[in-house]
């Protein structure tokens, strides 16, 4: 058996490290051998990490526990937790995720008892990488480009950090979109991504619009977007965008430019930017924004819209 303690903002490479152990696992009884819980009470928390596998082998669970670090547990839990994993079964792996909202400068608490505990076993932060750290998004894209037998050039891979940031699912999506457009030779040029990938400034221009209510404007700027992407892409871009500005309108009259940028992993300059925008906007309409656009994300992906575009314009417009 394996305990594993994964935690931090980077919720692709927190995937990423999951889909490895899965891997392992027997896929005919994939079902039965892969199991994920959500902040499960203690009593059934307990009663998981006791779970014994049966015929088909190794089993791997996964337990999502970001709920567990705000709140404080007894003494006595602990010590019932710390026997049990002590003494599961060897052909159980358990994951213990702690995934962190991007972009709004959390951290887990680590005096907490569960953390110094999670902390003894194969525990890794997963941060996300600075925007302003362009070389290193630049050499993660180029590998994670070669793990799809991609050739990127110095300009390709210029032109897609310029573009997307440092959100490595996105980047990830793009590169699986620039797959399709290198073939057969799966050499990407500068221009292909141009040409093809979503950009920064193309959310810029939604955003800015949203961010003054200029709803025609917006929703001219997010159909031209329709012709790149899907819209959960767009929104998945837009709700890094709008963390950002709940963070700097809710912190900005305790935080300097320069500290709102640390927290954040921002460039300096697009704070200050940014903070001049949002003068002309309102915190709590902001915070609607983002529950509207959640909502209709979940409605989409649970199947519960028919039109996914227009679900994403009538979020914009509540």
């Given at each position: 058996?394996?305990?594993?303690?994964?935690?931090?903002?980077?919720?692709?490479?927190?995937?990423?490290?999951?889909?490895?152990?899965?891997?392992?696992?027997?896929?005919?009884?994939?079902?039965?051998?892969?199991?994920?819980?959500?902040?499960?009470?203690?009593?059934?928390?307990?009663?998981?990490?006791?779970?014994?596998?049966?015929?088909?082998?190794?089993?791997?669970?996964?337990?999502?526990?970001?709920?567990?670090f705000?709140?404080?547990?007894?003494?006595?839990e602990?010590?019932?937790i710390?026997?049990a994993?002590?003494?599961?079964?060897?052909?159980?792996?358990?994951?213990?995720?702690?995934?962190?909202?991007?972009?709004?400068?959390?951290?887990?608490?680590?005096?907490?008892?569960?953390?110094?505990?999670?902390?003894?076993?194969?525990?890794?932060?997963?941060?996300?990488?600075?925007?302003?750290?362009t070389?290193?998004?630049?050499?993660?894209?180029?590998?994670?480009?070669?793990?799809k037998?991609?050739k990127?050039?110095?300009?390709?891979?210029?032109?897609?950090v310029?573009?997307?940031?440092?959100?490595?699912?996105?980047?990830?999506?793009?590169?699986?979109?620039?797959?399709?457009?290198?073939?057969p030779?799966?050499?990407?040029?500068?221009?292909?991504?141009?040409?093809?990938?979503?950009?920064?400034?193309?959310?810029?221009?939604l955003?800015?619009?949203?961010?003054?209510?200029?709803?025609?404007?917006?929703?001219?700027?997010?159909?031209?977007?329709?012709?790149?992407?899907?819209?959960?892409?767009?929104?998945?871009?837009?709700?890094?965008?709008?963390?950002?500005?709940?963070?700097?309108?809710?912190?900005?009259?305790?935080?300097?430019?320069?500290?709102?940028?640390?927290?954040?992993?921002?460039?300096?300059?697009?704070?200050?930017?940014?903070?001049?925008k949002?003068?002309?906007?309102?915190?709590?309409?902001?915070?609607?924004?983002?529950?509207?656009?959640?909502?209709?994300?979940?409605?989409?992906?649970a199947?519960?819209?028919?039109?996914?575009d227009?679900?994403?314009?009538?979020?914009?417009?509540?």
């Amino acid at each position: 058996m394996a305990i594993y303690f994964y935690y931090g903002e980077e919720d692709f490479n927190i995937d990423a490290e999951i889909n490895k152990l899965k891997s392992s696992l027997d896929k005919n009884f994939i079902d039965m051998s892969y199991k994920t819980y959500d902040n499960p009470k203690f009593p059934e928390l307990i009663s998981i990490l006791r779970t014994q596998p049966m015929m088909f082998g190794k089993m791997l669970i996964v337990i999502n526990c970001l709920e567990y670090f705000s709140k404080t547990f007894e003494d006595k839990e602990i010590k019932e937790i710390t026997s049990a994993l002590e003494n599961n079964s060897e052909n159980l792996d358990i994951v213990f995720v702690a995934q962190l909202p991007r972009d709004e400068g959390k951290k887990l608490d680590s005096r907490k008892k569960l953390f110094k505990l999670l902390s003894k076993y194969n525990a890794l932060e997963f941060q996300t990488i600075p925007t302003y750290k362009t070389t290193e998004i630049e050499a993660w894209t180029k590998k994670q480009a070669q793990s799809k037998k991609l050739k990127m050039s110095q300009d390709a891979l210029t032109a897609i950090v310029s573009q997307v940031g440092n959100n490595l699912r996105q980047i990830d999506n793009e590169l699986e979109k620039l797959k399709i457009v290198s073939y057969p030779d799966y050499l990407v040029t500068g221009e292909m991504v141009r040409e093809n990938c979503i950009s920064n400034e193309d959310l810029f221009a939604l955003s800015d619009y949203l961010m003054v209510g200029e709803k025609d404007s917006a929703l001219k700027e997010y159909r031209k977007l329709l012709d790149k992407k899907f819209c959960l892409e767009i929104t998945s871009a837009l709700q890094k965008m709008l963390g950002q500005w709940i963070v700097m309108k809710a912190k900005s009259s305790q935080l300097s430019a320069y500290e709102l940028a640390k927290e954040l992993g921002m460039n300096e300059y697009r704070v200050k930017i940014t903070l001049q925008k949002l003068k002309k906007s309102n915190l709590r309409d902001l915070v609607k924004l983002k529950e509207n656009i959640t909502e209709a994300e979940y409605k989409i992906k649970a199947g519960q819209s028919l039109n996914p575009d227009s679900e994403i314009e009538n979020a914009f417009f509540k």
